[in-house]
């Protein structure tokens, strides 16, 4: 017999959570998770369920019928697009304008299909004329993909133009929202989003673990004429599909144990998202960015993305010359439980990522890390 451990409970500090995510979790969110568990084939749980379901409706302002919320986190979002809607031997044109756009590419050809890279420098959005360029290039191709929000930069893309061009050139369309959903601006319907993946830790400031997914019916009726089996058997939404129901009040169907009291924090976070009201949370994460930039500038940062094209809900900047990357956000972790976010890929080591997500944009929060980085480089 092993011996028996002797581990205490863990017990985190209260820290304030400002990089690329999780974001600090609503008080409310983490009393709605710590409620009685229930059966996820429980009829309270499925009414749950249906209002779930509506909640994410109108967060991604959609009507799509096949809306809900995977049980895993924002990368199965993704994968769970690429691995239902791709097929083998089929184009995709893949928009990498940093670390997410390069893992759809990677999706993309481990189901099979062939990526058409269209690539923009790190910190640019995703440049409109490449992509039209690439899909006239390229008639056959089945879809378009790119990332609404690049987390790796701070770079924000114009869905609504590149959905246009997706829907001129008959491909279907797949976007990242994981760090967009509830930051800014995004219609599905308005802009014709075939299908889309966000997460819960993000904006929503919900705890992680939960994908919000959403497919047109342009996207389901490709899914459905498949002519090979779904890759995967748990990300398959054909399966998933008899579990979440097609219409409010359905007869559902065993698939997997929903993770059910994660599955009331998304229901309590989107329920004070509606609340708040979509346009009122998109003003505020764009106040609040207005705050920090302004003071960030006072202090000599610069930013890594334009202005026209920056992301309010994360901010990256260059970090000054001769300063330690490590070392000052150490220092912000341990003196002030203070959490922003190291560079990515090719900005590893040159940008610090700082976030204003959901309940981390607030006035007290923009204060203190203003304070936090001028004494710490100082």
């Given at each position: 017999?092993l011996p028996?451990?002797?581990?205490?409970?863990?017990?985190?500090?209260?820290?304030?959570?400002m990089?690329p995510?999780p974001?600090d979790?609503?008080?409310?969110v983490?009393?709605?998770?710590?409620?009685?568990?229930?059966?996820?084939l429980d009829p309270l749980?499925?009414?749950?369920?249906d209002e779930?379901?509506?909640?994410?409706?109108?967060?991604f302002?959609t009507k799509?019928?096949?809306?809900?919320?995977v049980?895993?986190?924002?990368?199965a979002?993704m994968e769970?697009?690429f691995?239902n809607?791709?097929?083998?031997?089929e184009?995709?044109?893949?928009?990498r304008?940093?670390?997410?756009?390069e893992?759809?590419?990677?999706n993309?050809?481990?189901?099979g299909g062939?990526a058409v890279?269209?690539?923009?420098?790190?910190?640019?959005?995703?440049?409109?004329?490449?992509?039209?360029?690439?899909l006239?290039?390229h008639?056959d191709?089945?879809?378009?993909a790119f990332?609404?929000?690049e987390?790796?930069?701070?770079?924000l893309?114009?869905a609504?133009?590149?959905?246009?061009?997706?829907?001129?050139?008959?491909?279907?369309?797949?976007?990242?929202a994981?760090?967009?959903?509830?930051?800014?601006?995004l219609l599905v319907?308005?802009?014709?989003i075939d299908?889309?993946?966000?997460?819960?830790?993000k904006?929503l400031?919900c705890?992680?673990?939960?994908?919000?997914?959403s497919?047109?019916?342009?996207?389901?009726a490709?899914?459905?004429a498949?002519?090979?089996?779904?890759?995967?058997?748990?990300?398959?939404?054909?399966?998933?599909?008899?579990?979440?129901?097609?219409?409010?009040?359905?007869?559902r169907?065993?698939?997997?144990?929903a993770?059910?009291?994660?599955?009331?924090a998304?229901?309590?976070?989107?329920?004070?998202?509606?609340?708040?009201?979509?346009?009122?949370a998109?003003?505020?994460?764009?106040?609040m960015h207005?705050?920090?930039r302004?003071?960030?500038?006072?202090?000599?940062?610069?930013f890594?993305?334009?202005?026209?094209?920056r992301?309010p809900?994360?901010?990256?900047?260059y970090?000054?010359?001769?300063?330690?990357?490590?070392?000052v956000r150490?220092h912000?972790?341990?003196?002030y439980?203070?959490?922003?976010?190291?560079g990515?890929?090719?900005l590893?080591?040159?940008a610090?990522r700082?976030?204003?997500m959901?309940f981390?944009?607030?006035?007290?929060n923009?204060?203190?890390c203003?304070?936090a980085?001028?004494?710490?480089?100082a």
């Open positions: 017999m028996v451990p002797t581990i205490p409970a863990f017990m985190p500090p209260r820290r304030i959570l990089g995510g974001s979790v609503y008080p409310e983490l009393a709605a998770q710590s409620r009685p568990t229930i059966g996820h749980f499925v009414g749950m369920m779930l379901k509506s909640l994410i409706q109108y967060a302002q799509n019928e096949m809306t809900l919320a049980s895993a986190p924002g990368s979002g769970t697009c691995v809607l791709v097929e083998p031997g184009k995709v044109i893949v928009c304008n940093g670390v997410f756009g893992r759809m590419r990677q993309v050809e481990r189901v062939v890279v269209v690539d923009n420098e790190w910190g640019e959005p995703v440049c409109p004329d490449k992509v039209e360029a690439a006239v290039a008639p191709a089945k879809f378009l990332v609404h929000a987390t790796s930069t701070g770079a893309s114009d609504k133009t590149l959905c246009t061009l997706a829907q001129l050139h008959d491909c279907i369309s797949i976007v990242d994981v760090t967009s959903l509830g930051g800014v601006e319907d308005e802009w014709g299908a889309i993946y966000s997460g819960s830790q904006c400031s705890v992680p673990g939960l994908s919000p997914v497919f047109s019916p342009k996207a389901v490709k899914l459905k498949r002519t090979t089996q779904v890759q995967s058997w748990f990300l398959d939404q054909t399966l998933v599909m008899g579990y979440w129901g097609n219409a409010a009040g359905a007869k169907s065993y698939h997997h144990t993770p059910v009291n994660a599955l009331y998304l229901h309590e976070s989107l329920r004070l998202l509606a609340n708040e009201g979509l346009e009122n998109w003003a505020r994460h764009r106040k207005l705050l920090l302004d003071g960030l500038t006072k202090l000599g940062f610069k890594v993305v334009e202005e026209s094209s992301l809900q994360l901010n990256t900047v970090i000054p010359a001769g300063v330690d990357d490590a070392a150490k912000l972790l341990e003196e439980n203070l959490e922003i976010g190291a990515l890929g090719a590893a080591g040159k610090w700082i976030g204003l959901g981390s944009a607030r006035r007290e923009v204060a203190l203003l304070h980085l001028e004494e710490s480089l």
